[in-house]
């Protein structure tokens, strides 16, 4: 199972599915993988396989997850480089709380790796 909200694109994405395999070793997978990729439309790409170990509990990728990374792209031609830095300084090191609580969220470890940040993000110099 994998997800993206309504009207979001995901540039890339965790899947879950089942499968039984007879040898879930490292080149097993990989030849998978490999095998896989021939019947994907070009625009889809699978990039790796990996096996749960037996025993554990269902991987659900929308829980499961210890780390999510949210990078948005905004065409420069869309705001100016004044009115962008002025977004970037209102939303500067907040949090969503409402993101927390559509993702079922609960734990402080949890919510903190999905916090927003727009730390990082500056506006570059005019050439």
């Known amino acids: ?43 889809i790409v699978l990039h790796g396989a990996s ?8 991987f659900d990728a ?6 999510r990374a949210y990078i948005f792209f905004l065409p420069s031609f869309i705001v100016s480089p004044e009115a962008f830095q002025s977004m970037v300084e ?11 609580q559509a993702e079922g969220l609960t734990d402080e470890g949890a919510r903190a790796v999905a916090r927003a940040r727009l730390t990082d993000l500056r506006v570059a110099p005019q050439d």
Do not use: I
């Not at 929308?62 to 780390?67: A, E, F, K, T, V």
């Open 62 to 67: 929308r829980r499961g997850s210890r780390l």
């Open 90 to 100: 209102v939303l500067e090191g907040r949090d969503f709380p409402d993101l927390y």
């Open 1 to 43: 199972a994998g997800r993206t909200d309504k009207g979001v694109c995901a540039a890339c994405n965790v899947v879950t599915v089942k499968l039984a395999l007879d040898d879930d070793s490292p080149e097993a997978l990989l030849k998978l993988v490999r095998c896989t990729r021939v019947f994907l439309p070009q625009d």
């Open 51 to 58: 096996a749960a170990a037996a025993g554990a509990q269902p």
